[in-house]
């Protein structure tokens, strides 16, 4: 099973194409690092396993600034080391470029990329309940952590966070619709993560 990388804070409805979306039901695709150079092009930290799609001239892209959605157009792409680095339409100056350091871009969830089977977005699985296949009830995917094809979910359960591996032969049903996810985990797998144990770091 795969999860890709690019996140909404919050699953919502697809939307329609005649409204500006609401930011809390966008995907996050990115967030702006810094300014770039003296010509008001930025650096972008991806979250998207797809930069090289949703990073081009031409591209929408959506940020908030002053409480307010706008929708942005790239003017430029390239990528240094493995980053985007991207001119913005009406961003002309480091000072403007500059000022945006720190925003997030993110994209309708109806123009996310399809996904082969047994692929999942990450915004999909926030939000599950977990059980096991024997009916125990283990807990609520908080968020997704990892990169594609070696990824976990991390759930809260009764005594404390639950990293669980996101593969076939643990998670033996995800209906994201539904918001299930029913898992057949080894033995210990869920008496490992104690609350006496402390997890890793996650990913913001």
């Known amino acids: 099973m795969i999860v890709a990388s690019e996140r909404n804070l919050q699953p919502s409805d697809r939307q329609s194409a005649s409204r500006t979306p609401q930011w809390e039901e966008m995907a996050l695709v990115g967030r702006i690092a810094r300014a770039h150079g003296i010509r008001g092009q930025v650096i972008v930290n991806p979250e998207s396993d797809f930069a090289d799609e949703r990073f081009q001239p031409g591209a929408e892209l959506y940020l908030e600034r002053g409480g307010k959605v706008e929708k942005i157009r ?4 390239r990528f240094h080391r493995d980053r985007p680095v991207i001119g913005i339409e009406g961003v002309e100056t480091m000072n403007d470029a500059a000022a945006l350091a720190g925003r997030e871009l993110r994209v309708p969830v109806d123009r996310l990329a399809p996904l082969a089977a ?9 939000g599950c309940r977990v059980e096991t296949t024997n009916g125990q009830d ?5 968020d997704v952590e ?18 669980i591996p996101l593969a076939s032969e643990i998670c033996r049903m995800i209906d994201p619709a539904g918001k299930r996810i029913m898992i057949d985990p080894p033995e210990g797998l869920l008496e490992l993560n104690g609350p006496a144990k402390a997890g890793p770091d996650k990913r913001a």
């Open 118 to 126: 047994d692929t999942f977005y990450r915004h999909d699985l926030i």
């Open 138 to 142: 283990v807990g609520i995917v908080e």
């Open 146 to 163: 990892g990169t594609v094809g070696r990824s976990r979910l991390i759930v809260k359960g009764a005594n404390g966070e639950i990293l």
């Open 74 to 77: 790239l003017t430029t792409a």
